[in-house]
């Protein structure tokens, strides 16, 4: 390490190229491993203040433990369920993350999926595929005078609300953690609001020992008519068969995933397969492979964030 340098920063898996420049020029030294394991980080932790990690690779006390040297640990987007970031804060290691960058890509993604299943878009976009022309068949609905119920009003929750607002919805929103949002066309609410009133229901959480398979049957079947259930969050969020049997039970309307338990199909079980399929098949699904909060634009601005944020807090530190 030269005289000049701020430190030693890990970058890992795929990020933005600017996540690096940015860093670069502030005058840290970086090395991006964009194939990397837990096994390889741990051998290596102990000589970076600073470690970047996206969604593979697990920031647990024993990797905390090893980097004396830890000053910080990022991850490019929002959730921070990979970070043991209690532990972290206990060992005076500040932990960042940039939920600003993809939002807005959540919201279009999460918006996109419910007018598909509404005008039941997938289905007779793949019926035409087959020169099945079914008109009548897929007949839909108008999202304009629907009642839309959003759990976690953070970035994305709110960012998803104010495309919404376009379509002449009720939206009713629901957050444990924060009061005082409400206003503008946005109704501030109980949880047990939207079990009575909902049509639609997108999940906005954070994946926490609280809310995982939060959403199972005890949960659904507290609504009060079928809805459209939508989760761009964290698929454990769901209890993947619970949601099935309400689908095809009738106690949901329609699914649209772009989270799911397991987001490595070759690891998948005859179980998780099954599942799958289940999904696959309903005709009132819409499912994406994890897609809703990686466009083009959200890459850059999640890394650029996140670059800005760790040379804040390396000026802040010194």
Not at 17 to 28: I, M
Not at 169 to 195: C, H, M, P, Q, W
Not at 197 to 213: E, F, G, I, M, N
Not at 217 to 246: C, D, M, W
Request: with cysteine.
């Amino acid at each position: 390490m030269n005289g000049n340098s701020k430190g030693k920063v890990l970058i890992t898996e795929v990020v933005h190229p600017v996540l690096q420049t940015e860093l670069s020029n502030f005058g840290f030294e970086c090395l991006h491993l964009e194939k990397t394991t837990y096994t390889d980080v741990l051998q290596i932790i102990d000589q970076y203040c600073g470690l970047v990690v996206r969604s593979k690779i697990k920031v647990d006390r024993q990797l905390i433990d090893k980097g004396k040297q830890l000053r910080f640990i990022g991850r490019t987007g929002s959730g921070m369920e990979l970070i043991d970031v209690e532990y972290a804060t206990q060992k005076g290691i500040s932990c960042l993350n940039s939920p600003e960058g993809n939002c807005n890509s959540v919201a279009e993604h999460a918006t996109a999926m419910l007018l598909c299943l509404l005008h039941n878009v997938v289905k007779a976009d793949a019926e035409l595929r087959h020169c099945q022309w079914k008109r009548a068949e897929n007949t839909g609905f108008e999202l304009m005078g629907k009642t839309v119920g959003i759990i976690g009003y953070g970035n994305t929750g709110s960012a998803f609300a104010r495309r919404l607002k376009a379509f002449g919805v009720k939206i009713l929103a629901y957050d444990k953690y924060k009061s005082g949002f409400g206003g503008r066309g946005i109704t501030e609410t109980t949880l047990n609001t939207i079990f009575e009133q909902a049509d639609v229901v997108s999940l906005h959480v954070p994946l926490t020992p609280q809310t995982r398979h939060w959403v199972n049957s005890y949960f659904i079947a507290q609504f009060q008519k079928p809805v459209y259930l939508i989760n761009t969050s964290r698929g454990e969020v769901l209890n993947t068969p619970h949601v099935i049997q309400a689908l095809y039970g009738g106690k949901l309307k329609g699914v649209a995933l772009d989270v799911f338990e397991n987001e490595d199909l070759a690891t998948y079980t005859a179980t998780e397969h099954k599942w799958l399929e289940q999904l696959c098949r309903h005709p009132q699904t819409v499912i994406t492979p994890h897609i809703a909060g990686v466009t083009h634009e959200a890459t850059y601005k999640m890394a650029a964030i996140l670059a800005k944020k760790i040379i804040h807090h390396a000026t802040s530190s010194l």
